[in-house]
């Protein structure tokens, strides 16, 4: 009931395109949801997070979709560009806690 | 002026040894965190203190002890390393209450051969 479940776990997408990651969940104790974007070699960075009372956030090119009901959220990345190239991982929080449950990661290129 | 930072970035040792990993925050953080990623970047949490108490402790081998000597840091020492304990190792703070997010240092890369 701790997981999140986080696919595809690679992604390859035409310069331009949309990427699209998905995540899922079963504990309806989570509250907060971000998603976290890791270079190589580098800590995972906060992009974007969203609250289970919103269904959709905006920042830029990217956007989290949230479905409170299917106990699902999703990150897309319009306008995808190379330097969009990393790896993604979607996370939630136990309400009351500090702990936050990481999914498995997405490993996106972004082809030039 | 980095706002989570660890040292060292690189850590290569023998089997047995004991090391520690330090961290640092400037953000005025009350909440810090150690992470463990795997050779699959899977991440996962080993401890979370709140100024200076431990509030997390998942399940993790006591040869791992972390100390929070004040808020501002957390610092991570490991007894008798085994070639299993070879990971990327994040140190990450957070604010008290509100949009929690937290914020993750770059990393240290551990070796045990």
């Known amino acids: 009931q701790q997981q999140v479940k986080q696919s595809p776990q690679s992604l390859i997408v035409q310069k331009g395109g949309i990427s699209i990651i998905n995540c899922a969940y079963e504990n309806t104790a989570f509250d907060y949801f971000p998603w976290y974007q890791q270079f190589p070699g580098k800590g995972p960075a906060l992009l974007i997070a969203i609250r289970p009372d919103v269904s959709e956030k905006k920042e830029g090119r990217f956007t989290i979709s949230f479905n409170k009901s299917a106990k699902q959220f999703s990150l897309h990345i319009m306008d995808s560009q190379p330097g969009d190239s990393a790896t993604y991982f979607c996370a939630a929080r136990t309400s009351g806690t500090y702990k936050y449950i990481f999914g498995t990661g997405t490993r996106l290129k972004v082809l030039a | 002026d980095t706002a989570v930072s660890q040292t060292p970035k690189y850590l290569v040792t023998q089997m047995g040894n004991d090391k520690s990993i330090k961290c640092e925050q400037n953000l005025g953080h009350d909440t810090m965190y150690w992470y463990k990623q795997d050779s699959k970047k899977f991440l996962k949490i080993m401890f979370s203190?709140?100024?200076?108490?431990?509030?997390i402790n998942e399940t993790v081998p006591n040869r791992f002890s972390p100390k929070s000597p004040d808020k501002a840091h957390l610092n991570l020492h490991i007894n008798s390393l085994e070639l299993g304990d070879s990971a990327v190792y994040f140190c990450?703070?957070?604010?008290?209450?509100?949009?929690?997010?937290?914020?993750f240092g770059q990393g240290t890369r551990l070796t045990v051969v």
């Open positions: 990450a703070s957070s604010p008290f209450g509100g949009n929690t997010e937290a914020f």
């Open positions: 203190y709140n100024n200076k108490e431990l509030i």
